[in-house]
């Protein structure tokens, strides 16, 4: 097995003011984050977040200004990066082992994310680690009322800090770590005041640890964290009434959904037994052709029946990165596990498209075990 030798991408986000320039200045200064390069990006012709850098020969810092990098400068991700890359080596100084990119207030992470997958070069350069979201606890629950892009922010992270607590008691604290807790059940939450957080804590969230050299798969995936919906559990009416080209019941489980008008949905969808690739390709392009826009991340752990050992894959809205075969023994039984986080996206819907590709107990002939998952 190859093991991955690309460059770990932590990508800072959160709100206007949510403390993501106090927290990358302690960040930086870690003896861990010797040799990144940072990026910052922000609004308007003057930045300032980079003068409040603390700069030295160890890291570089670059700054992306005039525009959002989820809209307007995605092509400049690959530019900037590779000609700070370039400047490094002509100085005699080694490529970052680590490349940290804070997003504006108003970013929305997705279309970042899919920038690492779909720009070719950056793509065969380097692989998401973490994307961190610093949420304001003083301010954080208007935030989240008020703007969606604070919530996406929320939903597709994999860790939350919660700043400035030396401002707010346990009271208010509790009903916005449950907040979060219901947009984003599976990321880590840390509380941190002026940034004071171990940067071991902000990073190793992707599914190839690069310290341990080894795939994480279920601290990658957090499958447990999410309510499960089981494929095996989903009615085809044909099942119900022997015709197979009527349309699709309502499954047994009915989406939890979060008490924001957004409606973000995470769940897991189990699948017992192998999935033919043409199944799988074909419910996953109908997904994303239907839903792309509202799908802000999905991870599986996916077996089938072509292959002995599983794949992972990763995509974020209608795009997916290339899948990564899986030694085997990362892996406790045969289970497919699909983690979406969606926007409006009801667990039904997703389930049922999947039995629309899978033929009558094409799932319910399996050896797999029963799934360990548990709803919450
Ligand atoms: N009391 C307190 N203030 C904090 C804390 N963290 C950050 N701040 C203050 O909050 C303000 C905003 O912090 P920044 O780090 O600039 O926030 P930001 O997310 O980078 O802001 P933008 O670049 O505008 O998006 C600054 O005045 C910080 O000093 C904290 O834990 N406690």
């Known amino acids: 097995m190859q093991f991955s030798t690309l460059t770990p991408v932590n990508v800072l986000t959160g709100f206007l003011g949510s403390g993501k320039t106090t927290l990358l200045n302690r960040w930086v200064r870690q003896a ?17 977040d980079h003068q409040l850098i603390t700069q030295s020969d160890e890291q570089a810092v670059v700054e992306m200004s005039s525009g959002c990098l989820c809209c307007t400068l995605r092509g400049d991700l690959s530019r ?42 950056l793509a065969h350069r380097f692989q998401l680690d973490s994307v961190v979201c610093c949420v304001d606890a003083a301010n954080g629950e208007a935030t989240l009322q008020a703007h969606r892009e604070s919530q996406r922010q929320i939903a597709i992270a994999d860790r939350l800090l919660i700043t400035k607590t030396d401002l707010v008691d346990e009271v208010r604290l509790t009903p916005l770590a449950n907040q979060l807790a219901s947009i984003n059940p599976a990321a880590e939450q840390w509380q941190v005041v002026n940034g004071n957080l171990s940067p071991e804590l902000l990073v190793g969230a992707g599914l190839f640890r690069q310290d341990s050299q080894r795939y994480q798969v279920e ?106 075969p899986l030694p085997m023994q990362c892996v406790n039984d045969r289970i497919s596990r699909f983690v979406f986080i969606t926007q409006n996206v009801a667990p039904a819907t997703v389930a049922q498209l999947y039995r629309y590709f899978t033929p009558f107990n094409s799932s319910a002939d399996s050896s797999a075990n029963s799934s360990t998952n548990e709803a919450i």
Not at 37 to 43: D, R, T, Y
Not at 302 to 320: K, N, S, W, Y
């Open 219 to 324: 601290q990658w995936l957090k499958s447990a964290r999410y309510s499960v919906i089981h494929a095996e559990d989903v009615k085809h009416e044909g099942e119900q009434q022997g015709d197979s080209n009527a349309a699709f019941v309502q499954p047994t489980s009915q989406p939890t959904l979060t008490r924001h008008g957004e409606n973000i949905n995470a769940f897991c969808f189990c699948v017992e037994g192998l999935i033919t690739p043409e199944a799988l390709e074909n419910w996953l392009d109908l997904l994303m052709s239907l839903m792309g826009e509202k799908m802000l991340r999905i991870k599986a752990i996916v077996h089938l029946t072509d292959r002995d050992e599983p794949l992972a894959l990763h995509g974020v809205q209608h795009i997916f990165h290339p899948p990564t």
């Open 32 to 48: 861990s984050m010797q040799n990144t390069l940072i990026v910052i990006n922000e609004f308007g012709d003057i930045g300032l």
């Open 80 to 121: 900037t990066l590779k000609q700070a890359i370039d400047s490094l080596l002509a100085e005699g100084k080694p490529a970052p082992s680590r490349v940290v990119i804070e997003t504006t207030g108003l970013a929305d992470p997705a279309p970042i994310l899919q920038l690492l997958m779909t720009d070719h070069w």
